[in-house]
């Protein structure tokens, strides 16, 4: 698959809207062919908390799927007036310098408040600037998300949908324009290098 997005939710509470918002987000990858997308629900993952003992299996698989993925969404309930715990656990889990460092990262937020997960969404944002993420600006925030899906996960309203669907295309655009030129440039690069090498050591017997 040429393009790897793993898209983080960001939080275990059961029955979460989150979830419901980023499963949006996720199909939308999924109509493109070159895309692959994994998903990760950290309550599958038993994360530790930095300086427990040992990093767990749950930490190791964690960061072996960031550290391919071409791109990350991070998605995010506000929880008193911030990101949530669990989101920050997740990033803690990603190393130190941070395996977020260089890459693509766009952001989704929802809350049951009218004002949406601005204030979530903000202070996510100095994180992941902090710890070196790429993150594309436009973050998406959905306010009274609890009005807005019904029990299946259908969105009730579709300029809402709209709106966080757009958090895949915007992170796929910024990967087609920025990313995958620069792959492909360093790609030819290193082979007309490797060719005069080859023709250099033909010349010299
Ligand atoms: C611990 C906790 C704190 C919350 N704090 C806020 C808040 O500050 N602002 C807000 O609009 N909603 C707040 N909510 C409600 C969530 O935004 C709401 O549950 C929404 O559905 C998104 O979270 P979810 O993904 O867990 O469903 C809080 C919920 C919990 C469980």
Do not use: W
Request: net charge neutral; glycine share 10%; proline share 5%.
């Amino acid at each position: 698959m040429a393009i790897q997005i793993v898209a983080i939710q960001g939080t275990v509470r059961p029955g979460n809207f989150t979830a419901k918002a980023l499963a949006l987000v996720a199909d939308e990858l999924r109509k493109h062919d070159d895309v692959g997308v994994e998903l990760i629900d950290p309550s599958t993952l038993n994360l530790p908390f930095p300086g427990m003992d040992g990093e767990g299996q749950g930490a190791k698989l964690l960061q072996e799927k960031v550290s391919v993925a071409t791109g990350v969404i991070l998605s995010t309930p506000e929880y008193h007036g911030s990101f949530s715990s669990v989101l920050k656990l997740v990033i803690e889990n990603l190393g130190f310098p941070s395996i977020l460092a260089g890459k693509p990262v766009a952001l989704l937020g929802v809350a049951a408040g009218q004002i949406g997960a601005i204030k979530a969404l903000e202070q996510l944002r100095s994180v992941c600037s902090h710890v070196g993420a790429i993150v594309l600006p436009g973050p998406v925030s959905v306010a009274g998300v609890q009005q807005l899906f019904d029990e299946q996960g259908r969105c009730l309203d579709q300029a809402t949908e709209e709106r966080i669907r757009g958090v895949a295309t915007k992170l796929l655009d910024y990967i087609k324009g920025y990313i995958c030129p620069r792959v492909a440039l360093e790609e030819m690069v290193r082979q007309r290098l490797s060719r005069r090498e080859a023709e250099l050591c033909s010349a010299n017997g």
